[in-house]
Nanobody
Framework: QVQLVESGGGSVQAGGSLRLSCAASGYIGSSYSVGWFRQLAGKERELVAGLDSDGTATYEDSVKGRFTISKDDAKNTLYLQMNSLKLEDTAMYYC?????????????????WGQGTLVTVSS
């Protein structure tokens, strides 16, 4: 099975940047969609950015223009570049993968998950 390991979380001031990384145990570039989710305490986990197997990216409205999802197939690594961070971006962030050509829209269709990394944005 695919295993995902995250890194890059931390604390940053509003307006700053962070880059999250997610290393996968196997090649996921040909038939997998990948994505980044975030979850606030007591809230539902939500898709922040997704990447179809063909490289098409989608973003949650609040992060569009500020966050960029990308992957390096040779390194089996997924990235989330987060710029112009806002207080409301504070959350636990998770990377995920699913064996679908298009990004699934339901959580239960994402079987592979990272352990989560905390991003805290302060004023």
């Amino acid at each position: 099975q695919v295993q995902l390991v995250e890194s890059g979380g931390g604390s940053v001031q509003a307006g700053g940047s962070l880059r999250l990384s997610c290393a996968a145990s196997g090649y996921i570039g040909s038939s997998y969609s990948v994505g980044w989710f975030r979850q606030l305490a007591g809230k539902e986990r939500e898709l922040v950015a997704g990447l179809d197997s063909d490289g098409t990216a989608t973003y949650e409205d609040s992060v569009k223009g500020r966050f960029t999802i990308s992957k390096d197939d040779a390194k089996n690594t997924l990235y989330l570049q987060m710029n112009s961070l806002k207080l409301e971006d504070t959350a636990m962030y998770y990377c995920a993968a699913a064996r679908f050509f298009r990004v699934p829209d339901r959580l239960e269709r994402w079987p592979y998950w990272g352990q989560g990394t905390l991003v805290t944005v302060s004023s």
